[in-house]
Nanobody, 125 residues
Framework: VQVVESGGGLVQPGGSLRLSCAHS????????IGWFHQAPGKERKGVSC????????YYADSVKGRFAISRDKANMTVSLQMNNLKPEDTGVYYC???????????????????WGQGVQVTVSS
């Protein structure tokens, strides 16, 4: 499985950014695509994820109401629309793929096998 992120950049507090993840090579329709955030000096944490077979979407409490995950099945991409960004959203954002659907590990990096290289998001005035 391959995953490649794009997007990111510098934005002022309250602004918006859209990240995209191109993914391919899945062995079945049962997989999850997740977005993770790693702030400087901190551990990588799950932000949002989407299950391919049933389109279920999940969000961390810290981003509910601000971030929205979506997918384009035809083009095999998953996007993360980030609104009302805060300085604490700064960091590297990674896209990752989970084989199968492990509900108890959706927000755990160890549940995902394939990772992108990450994109930098900086929220600063």
């Amino acid at each position: 499985v391959q995953v490649v992120e794009s997007g990111g950049g510098l934005v002022q507090p309250g602004g918006s950014l859209r990240l995209s993840c191109a993914h391919s090579g899945h062995a079945s329709d049962y997989y999850v695509i997740g977005w993770f955030h790693q702030a400087p000096g901190k551990e990588r944490k799950g932000v949002s994820c989407i299950s391919n077979h049933d389109d279920m979407r999940y969000y961390a409490d810290s981003v509910k109401g601000r971030f929205a995950i979506s997918r384009d099945k035809a083009n095999m991409t998953v996007s993360l629309q980030m609104n009302n960004l805060k300085p604490e959203d700064t960091g590297v954002y990674y896209c990752a793929a989970m084989r199968g659907v492990l509900l108890l590990r959706l927000f755990e990096p160890s549940g995902y096998e394939s990772w992108g290289q990450g994109v930098q998001v900086t929220v600063s005035s």
